[in-house]
């Protein structure tokens, strides 16, 4: 019985990572086979980068790549700062006015259906009758992104206690001086970690993005939904590859980083 | 002590120019980008349906006696009770998340448990495997399931390989498809919440039900699924709630006979340009989830008032 029991749930994590990760990898092995059909294995041609050459010489793929890598690092920017300020007020102001409506408005997006937050920002772009395009995706993505970065940070401040900022204004320090001087520095692996999420964020999304994109402004999710909505496309295949290999390398390298700092890598506590 | 104190409630001054800003910029963005847009929303729900840019009709009008009138259109919720479409959308959205969710934590469970067990130098590596996929691409995904479920996709070649089936499975644009699609996306979401309720266990009390006679399966039953509860339902509604407004995975993977109600919104905005009745679409998806959402948010905040 012991012996059974301590196989099962192994057995059963063992299985559930296969779940996780088959589609991902067949995704990886297919973006070198050399076949246009995306399920036959072309075992004379391959493994071949041509689906690679042809990726860099579609320039509608990458022009969106380009717009999607730009809204991703602008959003980010904005939503650590708003979520920053977010965060700090709700995890060390005490009571102020407006903090029950900040605490609601700052969780509500992470909550409601994508669809419901992509429709409701494009009848507001309307209404007051902006075009459509860079901004209003960039703003759209940082309202939500936000959001995730103000659970983050204010995560991390609940964790510490004030005293080492408290100790700081009493040798002196201004307020400001004390936030750059202390709380910045400890949440700063909460800033990074909300950083890098608000870019997959943006960079991942389709909903909201298609609500309120206008002429001319087409994101990498959205030329990838048009591209395989009439099939599968083994250039995508090697889109997916590179977004993989690009995650990982990203994902080792803040662990590295971690252990080098000797700090533990606040993993994102959503 | 005295000291502390009267510096630290400097910085927290109630009429502090500085703090005042700290907390007016994000919530003036939330009030203009999230709240104005919600509320505008709600508008056009009870708005006329009109052929004209943008098409619908003013809530608020001055009529010839100069009285300001409110026409409050509700022939827009009406007509989605009243259209066996809609009510079928809810109910089928409603469905395919709860099952959707079940499933999550059928599978989701035991994956927790069992990285919550492992030894702690290992735990972080397993964890890091559950997230990593979140960081990849969502539709990038959702898109691989296609190259397997397909007709000649790899599940059916390998089947047919085997000879275990003469024939391709059609398995694309299915409603099991859906299903697959959904639980793969969402379980990462399912064994977060659950690793981290898991994780605090105290070992002693299994030994101590152990001890006591208990067989494992008495043991888990009595101590540990009683204790994770939380853990279950926040991560139960993490997948509901997002799971039934979902539009992606049911359009790329779904058939197109089924709808779910993120499609008919998404439909009726873009392919009818009815934007009142896909206003008021939106409303109901927020009715039928505001109970999960505030069990959820009440959730939430005593978890982040519990933590040291």
Same mark, same amino acid.
């Given at each position: 019985?012991?012996?059974?029991?301590?196989?099962?749930?192994?057995t059963?994590?063992?299985?559930?990572f296969?779940?996780?990760?088959?589609p991902?990898?067949s995704m990886?092995?297919?973006?070198?086979?050399?076949?246009?059909?995306?399920?036959?294995?072309?075992?004379?041609?391959s493994?071949t980068?041509?689906?690679?050459?042809?990726l860099?010489?579609?320039?509608?793929?990458?022009?969106?790549?380009l717009?999607s890598?730009?809204?991703?690092?602008?959003?980010?920017?904005?939503a650590?700062i708003?979520?920053?300020?977010?965060?700090?007020?709700?995890?060390r102001?005490?009571?102020?006015?407006?903090?029950?409506?900040?605490?609601?408005?700052?969780?509500?997006?992470?909550?409601?259906?994508?669809?419901?937050?992509?429709?409701?920002?494009l009848?507001l772009?309307?209404?007051?009758?902006?075009d459509?395009?860079?901004?209003?995706v960039a703003?759209?993505?940082?309202t939500?992104?936000?959001?995730?970065?103000?659970?983050?940070?204010?995560?991390?401040l609940?964790?510490?206690?004030m005293?080492?900022?408290?100790?700081?204004?009493?040798?002196?320090?201004?307020?400001?001086?004390?936030?750059l001087?202390?709380t910045l520095p400890?949440?700063?692996?909460?800033i990074?970690?909300?950083?890098?999420?608000?870019?997959?964020?943006?960079?991942?999304?389709?909903?909201?993005?298609?609500?309120?994109?206008?002429?001319?402004?087409?994101?990498?999710?959205?030329r990838?939904y048009?591209?395989?909505?009439?099939g599968?496309?083994?250039?995508?295949?090697?889109?997916?590859?590179?977004?993989?290999?690009?995650v990982?390398?990203?994902v080792?390298?803040?662990?590295?980083?971690?252990?080098?700092?000797?700090?533990?890598g606040?993993?994102?506590?959503? | 002590?005295?000291?502390?104190?009267?510096?630290?409630?400097?910085?927290?001054?109630?009429?502090s120019?500085?703090?005042?800003?700290?907390s007016?910029?994000?919530?003036?963005?939330?009030?203009?980008?999230?709240?104005?847009?919600? #509320?505008? +929303?709600l508008?056009? *729900?009870f708005?006329?349906? =009109? &052929?004209?840019?943008? $098409?619908? %009709?003013?809530?608020?009008?001055?009529?010839?006696?100069r009285?300001?009138?409110?026409?409050?259109?509700?022939?827009?919720?009406h007509?989605?009770?009243?259209d066996?479409?809609?009510l079928?959308s809810?109910?089928?959205? #409603?469905? +395919?998340a709860?099952? *959707?969710?079940?499933?999550c =934590? &059928?599978i989701?469970? $035991?994956? %927790?448990?069992?990285?919550?067990?492992?030894?702690?130098?290992?735990?972080?590596?397993?964890?890091?495997?559950?997230?990593?996929?979140?960081?990849?691409?969502?539709?990038l995904?959702?898109?691989?399931?296609?190259?397997? #479920?397909k007709?000649?996709?790899?599940i059916?070649?390998?089947?047919m390989?085997?000879?275990?089936i003469?024939?391709?499975?059609?398995m694309?644009?299915?409603?099991v498809?859906?299903?697959?699609?959904?639980?793969?996306?969402?379980?990462?979401?399912?064994?977060?919440?659950?690793?981290?309720?898991l994780?605090?266990?105290?070992?002693?009390?299994l030994?101590?039900?152990?001890?006591?006679g208990?067989?494992?399966?008495?043991?888990?039953?009595r101590?540990?699924?009683?204790l994770?509860?939380?853990?279950v339902?926040?991560?139960?509604?993490?997948?509901?709630?997002?799971a039934v407004?979902?539009?992606?995975?049911?359009?790329?993977?779904?058939?197109?006979?089924?709808?779910?109600?993120?499609?008919?919104?998404?439909?009726?905005?873009?392919?009818?340009?009815?934007w009142?009745?896909?206003?008021?679409?939106?409303?109901?998806?927020?009715?039928?989830?505001?109970g999960?959402?505030?069990?959820f948010?009440?959730?939430?905040?005593?978890?982040?008032e519990?933590?040291?």
């Amino acid at each position: 019985m012991k012996i059974r029991r301590s196989l099962l749930l192994p057995t059963m994590l063992a299985f559930g990572f296969a779940f996780l990760y088959v589609p991902i990898l067949s995704m990886i092995v297919y973006s070198f086979n050399a076949s246009r059909l995306v399920t036959v294995w072309d075992a004379a041609h391959s493994p071949t980068l041509k689906w690679y050459d042809e990726l860099f010489g579609n320039a509608q793929i990458m022009d969106a790549a380009l717009l999607s890598l730009k809204i991703a690092a602008m959003n980010a920017t904005g939503a650590v700062i708003l979520g920053t300020l977010a965060g700090f007020a709700l995890a060390r102001f005490g009571r102020f006015r407006g903090r029950a409506l900040l605490a609601a408005l700052s969780t509500a997006p992470l909550v409601l259906p994508e669809i419901i937050t992509g429709l409701s920002l494009l009848l507001l772009f309307v209404a007051v009758a902006v075009d459509r395009g860079f901004w209003t995706v960039a703003i759209a993505h940082t309202t939500l992104a936000m959001c995730f970065v103000t659970v983050i940070v204010q995560a991390r401040l609940i964790d510490f206690d004030m005293s080492l900022e408290e100790a700081a204004m009493d040798l002196g320090a201004s307020p400001l001086r004390t936030f750059l001087a202390v709380t910045l520095p400890l949440i700063l692996p909460a800033i990074a970690a909300g950083w890098m999420l608000a870019f997959a964020l943006s960079l991942d999304d389709l909903v909201i993005a298609s609500f309120t994109t206008g002429p001319g402004a087409t994101t990498l999710p959205i030329r990838i939904y048009s591209e395989v909505r009439l099939g599968v496309k083994p250039e995508i295949n090697a889109v997916c590859s590179i977004m993989v290999g690009v995650v990982g390398i990203a994902v080792i390298a803040a662990s590295l980083l971690a252990k080098l700092s000797g700090t533990r890598g606040a993993p994102a506590r959503v | 002590m005295m000291a502390r104190l009267r510096s630290f409630r400097q910085l927290l001054r109630p009429r502090s120019f500085a703090r005042t800003a700290v907390s007016a910029v994000p919530l003036a963005w939330l009030l203009l980008f999230f709240l104005i847009p919600f #509320l505008i +929303v709600l508008k056009i *729900s009870f708005s006329e349906a =009109l &052929l004209a840019m943008p $098409p619908y %009709a003013p809530l608020l009008s001055w009529t010839h006696e100069r009285v300001l009138s409110i026409q409050l259109h509700l022939a827009n919720y009406h007509f989605l009770f009243s259209d066996a479409l809609y009510l079928d959308s809810f109910l089928y959205s #409603l469905k +395919v998340a709860a099952v *959707s969710t079940i499933l999550c =934590l &059928l599978i989701g469970y $035991p994956m %927790a448990l069992s990285i919550a067990r492992a030894a702690p130098a290992r735990r972080n590596l397993l964890l890091m495997l559950v997230i990593l996929p979140f960081w990849t691409s969502f539709l990038l995904r959702v898109y691989a399931w296609i190259g397997l #479920l397909k007709d000649d996709g790899l599940i059916n070649n390998l089947l047919m390989s085997l000879h275990l089936i003469g024939q391709p499975i059609p398995m694309v644009a299915s409603r099991v498809a859906v299903y697959v699609g959904i639980v793969y996306s969402y379980l990462p979401f399912m064994i977060l919440p659950l690793y981290s309720n898991l994780e605090k266990h105290d070992r002693s009390l299994l030994e101590a039900a152990a001890d006591l006679g208990a067989p494992p399966s008495r043991a888990f039953w009595r101590v540990t699924w009683p204790l994770s509860l939380p853990g279950v339902v926040a991560g139960a509604l993490l997948v509901f709630i997002p799971a039934v407004g979902e539009y992606v995975i049911p359009s790329l993977l779904g058939p197109s006979s089924q709808l779910m109600i993120g499609r008919v919104l998404s439909d009726e905005f873009f392919e009818n340009r009815d934007w009142p009745v896909a206003s008021a679409v939106a409303i109901v998806i927020l009715i039928i989830l505001l109970g999960p959402i505030i069990v959820f948010q009440r959730y939430r905040s005593r978890e982040l008032e519990a933590a040291p």
